[in-house]
């Protein structure tokens, strides 16, 4: 069974920061691209964040690009989102996914697997 788990999630005020985690299981976490993406009520999911298998490669939405860091610690089968300077425009429900291939990680539909979310609420 595969299994994603997004944790970090929470309050916070306008120029804080969070860092999100996704620990995976039921995978071999080395052979999957991972990604962050996130969805407000009304809206569409969009993408935040890629890294590649071993993260040598990274990829941001530009909203994002200059305050946020993905990182991946596969020893630990857990990816990480950090982000800086959060505006009220971050509250989401951020999602994590899992993606064999290695290109237009910025698709959602390219994601093989996904987890329940966790919470981002900004407030001014």
């Known amino acids: 069974q595969v299994q994603l788990v997004e944790s970090g999630g929470g309050l916070v005020q306008a120029g804080g920061s969070l860092r999100l985690s996704c620990a995976s299981s039921?995978?071999?976490?080395?052979?999957?691209?991972m990604g962050w993406f996130r969805q407000s009520p009304g809206k569409e999911r969009e993408f935040v964040a890629a890294?590649?298998?071993?993260?040598?490669?990274?990829y941001y939405a530009d909203s994002v690009k200059d305050r946020s860091t993905i990182s991946r610690d596969n020893a630990k089968n857990t990816v990480y989102l950090q982000m800086n300077s959060l505006i009220p425009e971050d509250t989401a429900v951020y999602y994590c996914?899992?993606?064999?291939?290695?290109?237009?990680?910025?698709?959602?539909?390219?994601?093989?697997?996904w987890g329940q979310g966790t919470q981002v609420t900004v407030s001014s």
């Open positions: 996914g899992a993606a064999s291939l290695q290109y237009a990680l910025r698709v959602s539909s390219n994601y093989h697997y």
């Open positions: 039921g995978l071999t976490f080395g052979t999957y691209a």
């Open positions: 890294i590649s298998w071993s993260g040598g490669r990274t």
